[in-house]
């Protein structure tokens, strides 16, 4: 009987946003994911930071990929290379941006045999003035 008499007083109220109960865990949240061209040796790694947390992969292979890390809507997040693969240097494509609805797709690593090719050197970069 008091089963019924709860059940006939929450129904006679009505229900706002702020008596709804939510669970920790459940925010929106997308994954920050992308694709590596050229690897030919073990070893790249990536490190994604979005607010104060840190998430951290490695990729041996070609292909795509995806960080575990779920990014709340609105966070800004970014991608940097922590190692580099023997022999070999990469560098990165749309590496940060703020997260939005259906994830971020639009990390690009590219990777190289290592050298230097004189007429593509960035100039401004590693104080080279």
């Not at 930071?49 to 709340?72: I, K, R």
């Not at 290379?81 to 997260?99: D, E, F, R, T, W």
């Amino acid at each position: 009987m008091k089963k019924y008499i709860m059940l006939l007083c929450l129904l006679a109220q009505p229900l706002l946003a702020g008596d709804l109960i939510f669970k920790a865990g459940f925010e929106n949240r997308g994954l920050v994911s992308g694709v590596v061209n050229g690897l030919t040796a073990p070893g790249l790694s990536l490190s994604l930071s979005y607010g104060p947390n840190l998430a951290f992969l490695t990729v041996d292979e070609n292909g795509p990929f995806t960080f575990f890390g779920e990014v709340t809507f609105g966070t800004t997040w970014t991608v940097a290379i922590n190692s580099q693969p023997a022999g070999q240097s990469c560098s990165l494509q749309g590496n940060s941006g703020v997260m939005a609805p259906g994830g971020a797709n639009t990390l690009i690593v590219d990777c190289g045999d290592g050298s230097n090719n004189w007429d593509e050197m960035n100039w401004n970069q590693g104080n080279w003035q």
